[in-house]
Structure formats: structure tokens, C-alpha cells
Nanobody, 121 residues
Framework: EVQLVESGGGSVQAGGSLRLSCTAS????????MGWYRQAPGNECELVSI???????SYADSVKGRFTISRDNAKNTVLLQMNSLKPEDTAVYYC???????????????WGQGTQVTVSS
């Protein structure tokens, strides 16, 4: 059974930091693209960041310079370090995995249950 289990969400004030973690099981983690997407109320799902199986990374323009994605293949874990958080970062954040290639489209083989991030001004 495939599982993506997220943790680390919460509430912070603007300028604060949070670190999201996603632990995967049930598929070949090393060969998979991993990513984070988010969806705010009334908004469509949007890409936050992707880390490919070869560890190349990409970020949405809105989070560049503030967020850092990383992966630990030994622990089947992907992390999203979020610094200098803004109220507009408030959303449910979803971990995603794909045996192929993730993109800006909110489409993936596997999804986590989501974790809420709330940033107050």
C-alpha cells in the first residue's frame, strides 16, 4: 500500500518558519519525483516545489528564495523548509510523488492527505 504521510504544518506569524516533512512507503522512492503542491480556499491547486529523482529542484516564482526542498532517500523522506512566510502562503500543502515526472500541473501518481499551513499578519 502506498502512503505519503505529511507532518509539520501549523500556524505562524508572518516572517516565521515551518518545515514540512513527507515520509513515503509502498513504492520505489529513489526513482520517483517528489513535490509539494498547495491549495488555498477558493483557489486552484498550485505547484510549490519539485525535487526530481536526480535531485534537481524547481520552485514556484512566489516561493523562490524563501522555500527549500530536499530529499533523504535513505529515509524515504522529502522536506520543505519554509522561511519568511507570508499570509499568502496560507493553504493546505500536499506531498506528491510520481514514478515519472512531476510538473506544474497538479497531477501525480500518489498524494498525501495534506497539512494545513496558516500564516497570520
Amino acid at each position: 500500500e502506498v502512503q505519503l504521510v505529511e507532518s509539520g504544518g501549523g500556524s505562524v506569524q508572518a516572517g516565521g518558519s515551518l518545515r514540512l516533512s513527507c515520509t513515503a512507503s509502498g513504492f520505489t522512492f529513489d526513482d520517483s519525483d517528489m513535490g509539494w503542491y498547495r491549495q488555498a480556499p477558493g483557489n486552484e491547486c498550485e505547484l510549490v516545489s519539485i525535487i526530481s529523482s536526480d535531485e534537481s529542484t524547481s520552485y514556484a516564482d512566489s516561493v523562490k528564495g524563501r522555500f527549500t526542498i530536499s530529499r533523504d532517500n535513505a529515509k524515504n523522506t522529502v522536506l520543505l523548509q519554509m522561511n519568511s512566510l507570508k499570509p499568502e502562503d496560507t493553504a493546505v500543502y500536499y506531498c506528491a510523488a510520481d514514478r515519472g515526472v512531476l510538473s506544474s500541473w497538479c497531477s501525480a501518481n500518489y498524494w498525501g492527505q495534506g497539512t494545513q499551513v496558516t500564516v497570520s499578519s
